[in-house]
């Protein structure tokens, strides 16, 4: 895997892990209430992150999540200034999110609206996904009859994270958080669905990620289901242009164009053997990368 540029140093916070796009940071003065999930402006394809970065990007994406955030009724990990935290330094505050650091559900919190991705390669071995058995002829990218909720399960790191059934994802976390995940879940992804369809654009599937609040009260329902980290982004989701999906005339890779990495994946397709180092991203390919997330955040918000 290619080797992390080192994450900047905050003024009041310490960096404690970095994923492929993400950093994150605790408060230095030891208290363990709050987290500070930083986006880069990184961006990764076939599990390599790549150079040159994307300028805007995690910028984009924690907008494009306050913006679902705000826009979700479940309980989430945002925290206010007011919270006792740190200043989010100004370097990083448009791209930083403030939240209450949550004990996470080792959960991934998959549905699907379509059968595409790995869902769709589960479904051409076995004719079902996590267990949900699936009609017959189904074909990349077709929409499921009613969204489906698909766990998988968080591998620690550096592990692939594993698709699970349902009864297994509740003997991990208990029947009534693993109810509660898979209904919040199903419930959120609906609302999106819609909501982005009158923008014209399909929310194929989405991963949500929940934790429970250990300062919480015990009894307090809202302080065991708090939905965390970033939602409906384009990292986290797959979303289509439904003008394209819906046009039956053009090839089914085209209808299935999603609005993120799609450009960088198919220029490194064609340009690199998948041996070895990526090559660097041309400055056409960063550009066009960038106006993509854009056009994603522009239809959905009409920001
Ligand atoms: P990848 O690069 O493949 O995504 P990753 O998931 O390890 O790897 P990130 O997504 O950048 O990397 O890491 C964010 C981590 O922070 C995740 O493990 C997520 O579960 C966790 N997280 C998100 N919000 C909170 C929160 N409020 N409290 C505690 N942990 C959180
Ligand atoms: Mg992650």
């Known amino acids: 895997m290619t080797q992390l540029s080192s994450p900047p140093q905050l003024d009041g916070w310490t960096h404690v892990y970095s994923g492929k796009v993400r950093d994150l940071y605790v408060p230095a003065d030891g208290s363990d209430a709050h987290l500070l999930v930083v986006a880069s402006n990184r961006v990764s394809a076939f599990d390599h992150v790549l150079e040159p970065p994307i300028p805007g990007k995690g910028a984009l994406l924690t907008t494009l999540s306050n913006w679902w955030f705000s826009r979700i009724d479940v309980p989430n990990h945002l925290a206010g200034e007011g919270s006792g935290a740190p200043a989010v330094p100004?370097?990083?505050?448009?791209?930083?999110?403030?939240?209450?650091?949550?004990?996470?559900?080792?959960?991934?919190?998959?549905?699907?609206?379509?059968?595409?991705?790995?869902?769709?390669?589960?479904y051409q071995r076995t004719g079902a996904v996590c267990g949900i058995e699936l009609p017959a002829g189904l074909e990349d990218g077709d929409l499921l009859e009613t969204p489906i909720y698909t766990p998988a399960y968080k591998a620690p790191l550096g592990e692939h994270d594993e698709n699970i059934t349902y009864e297994r994802s509740a003997e991990l976390v208990g029947e009534e958080v693993a109810a509660a995940l898979r209904d919040a879940s199903l419930?959120?992804?609906?609302?999106?669905?819609?909501?982005?369809?009158?923008?014209?654009?399909?929310?194929?599937?989405?991963?949500?990620?929940?934790?429970?609040?250990p300062r919480a009260e015990a009894g307090d329902a809202a302080g065991a289901l708090v939905l965390a980290d970033e939602v409906l982004t384009s990292d986290s989701s797959r979303y289509w242009d439904a003008s394209a999906y819906f046009d039956a005339a053009l090839p089914r890779a085209d209808r299935l164009a999603s609005f993120d990495k799609q450009i960088v994946r198919d220029w490194l397709a064609a340009n690199w053997d998948k041996q070895g180092e990526p090559p660097a991203l041309p400055d056409e390919i960063v550009a066009q990368t960038y106006a993509r997330y854009a056009e994603l955040h522009a239809r959905l918000t009409g920001e």
């Open 187 to 213: 419930r959120i992804f609906t609302a999106a669905r819609d909501l982005a369809a009158e923008r014209g654009v399909v929310l194929a599937d989405t991963k949500f990620e929940f934790g429970r609040d």
């Open 90 to 122: 100004a370097e990083v505050a448009d791209r930083a999110m403030l939240t209450r650091r949550l004990e996470m559900y080792p959960i991934e919190c998959v549905v699907r609206g379509a059968l595409t991705g790995s869902g769709f390669a589960e």
